[in-house]
C-alpha cells in the first residue's frame, strides 16, 4: 500500500473523498485542497483513469523540514534522484506553497532543480534537461510553514483537462467543477438533465460520460506515470480494456443542452463528437424564453455569466429573471440549479432557493442556488 494525495479544486474535497472511495481507494481523509488516500499500483492507475472531479494525484517520496534554501537544497540532495530519473530523462519541478526564507515558487523549484542535477553530475558527469511542457519526470513540492513534502506527480497535465475539449467558450467551467455540481445536484443517469445556457457544452457532455460509465482518461495520450521507471504498461492496458468494455451504448434518460448562440453551439457538437457521445446527447440552438422540458422532471444545472468576465450586471438582471420566469412556467416538477457569483443577480431570479451550496469557480467565491420547482 501506497500513500497519495489527490489536489482538487477549493471546496470540492469531500465530493473528491467520495469519488475516491467509490474508486477503491482506503484511509480516504480529505484536507484543504486535497484528499489524502492509500492503495496500490492499481489504484493509483484507475484514479487516473476514472477520476472526475481531481486535477493530479501525487505520491510523496519525502517530508522533511525545510526553513530555508540551503536546508532544502541538502534535503533534495539526500534523495537518490537515480531510482526515478536518469540523465537522459527531462524532469520539471513544481512548487506550491511557501515560508518566510522560500517565498518565490520560482526561486524554490531552482533549489530543487540544482540540487537534483548536482547530484547526477557528481554521479554520471552528466544531467538530466529541463522540459517544463512535457517532461519525463514532473516533481512537485509543497510547503506549509517550515515543512515541505516533495512528491512525483502521477497524472502529468491536471486531470480536468480530458483530452476532448480544445474547443471552449469565452469563460468556461472546468470539467472537474462540472462533474462535482452534477454530485451536488444528486443527478443520476435515471434523471433527464437539461443545461439551457450550455455553451461549449461542458456540463451536458459530463453528465453523458457519467451516464454512459466511460472513463474521462480514454481521451487522454498521455500520464505522468507512463515514464516512470517502474510503468507496468501491461496493468494499465488492461485496465483500459476493462474501462471500454464496461461503457454502455445509450442513455437512459435524455441529456439535452442548448444556446442561443450559434457558433458556440457548434463547438459543443464538436466536443460532443470527439468524446463519442454526439448521437446520444441533444444540442439544439433556441432562445431560452422558447425551452420546452424534455420530460416531466429532472434536473437543470446551468452556469449563466455574473459578470466577472461576460457582460456587466446591469446588462446580466433580465437573464436572471428570465430564468426564473421559465422555470416556474414551465417546468414544475423539476429540480434547477443556478451557479452564480453574484448575489444582487441571485436574487433577479425572483424564485424562492431551498439550499444554497457554497462552491468556487477558480478562485471566484459562488453559490450553487438550489430551486424545487413544484
Not at 424562492?352 to 424545487?372: D, F, H, W
Request: glycine letters at 6%.
Amino acid at each position: 500500500m501506497t500513500q497519495y494525495f489527490a489536489t482538487v479544486a477549493k471546496g470540492l474535497e469531500v465530493i473528491a473523498a467520495q469519488e475516491l472511495e467509490r474508486l477503491g481507494a482506503e484511509n480516504v481523509r480529505p484536507e484543504f485542497t486535497g484528499v489524502h488516500f492509500t492503495g496500490s499500483r492499481k489504484l493509483l492507475y484507475r484514479v487516473n483513469l476514472w477520476g472526475r472531479t481531481l486535477f493530479r494525484v501525487l505520491v510523496p517520496i519525502a517530508e522533511f523540514s525545510c526553513a530555508n534554501a540551503q536546508e532544502l537544497y541538502q534535503e533534495v540532495q539526500n534523495i537518490n534522484w537515480s531510482e526515478y530519473l536518469s540523465p537522459l530523462n527531462t524532469f520539471a519541478v513544481n512548487c506550491t506553497g511557501k515560508n518566510q526564507a522560500l517565498n518565490h515558487t520560482h526561486f524554490t523549484a531552482l533549489q530543487v532543480k540544482n540540487a537534483i542535477i548536482d547530484q547526477q553530475r557528481l554521479e554520471f558527469g552528466d544531467r538530466s534537461d529541463i522540459d517544463i511542457n512535457n517532461p519525463d519526470l514532473w516533481i512537485n513540492l509543497h510547503l506549509h510553514e517550515n515543512h515541505g513534502i516533495l512528491s512525483l506527480d502521477s497524472s502529468g497535465t491536471s486531470l480536468h483537462r480530458r483530452g476532448y475539449r480544445p474547443a471552449v467558450g469565452i469563460a468556461p467551467l472546468k470539467e472537474s467543477l462540472a462533474s462535482a455540481l452534477l454530485d451536488m445536484a444528486e443527478w443520476h443517469p435515471d434523471l433527464p438533465f437539461l443545461d439551457p445556457l450550455c455553451g461549449s457544452g461542458t456540463l451536458p457532455i459530463e453528465a453523458s460520460l457519467k451516464a454512459l460509465n466511460i472513463a474521462p482518461g480514454l481521451f487522454r495520450e498521455t500520464f505522468g506515470f507512463m515514464k516512470w521507471k517502474d510503468f507496468d504498461a501491461k496493468l494499465w492496458e488492461s485496465l483500459k480494456q476493462d474501462a471500454l468494455d464496461a461503457q454502455l451504448t445509450t442513455l437512459t434518460a435524455p441529456i439535452v443542452g442548448s444556446d442561443q448562440d450559434e457558433d458556440i453551439l457548434h463547438q459543443a457538437s464538436a466536443n460532443a463528437q470527439r468524446c463519442g457521445v454526439a448521437k446520444q446527447i441533444q444540442l439544439q440552438q433556441i432562445e431560452l424564453s422558447q425551452i420546452e422540458p424534455p420530460a416531466d422532471h429532472g434536473v437543470i444545472i446551468c452556469n449563466p455569466p455574473y459578470g466577472e468576465r461576460l457582460g456587466n450586471i446591469e446588462e446580466l438582471a433580465p437573464l436572471y429573471k428570465q430564468l426564473g420566469d421559465t422555470f416556474k412556467q414551465r417546468f414544475k416538477g423539476w429540480t434547477a440549479y443556478i451557479l452564480t457569483g453574484n448575489k444582487t443577480l441571485g436574487k433577479q431570479v425572483g424564485l424562492r432557493t431551498s439550499r444554497r451550496i457554497a462552491v468556487y469557480n477558480g478562485s471566484l467565491p459562488c453559490t450553487l442556488l438550489k430551486y424545487e420547482l413544484y
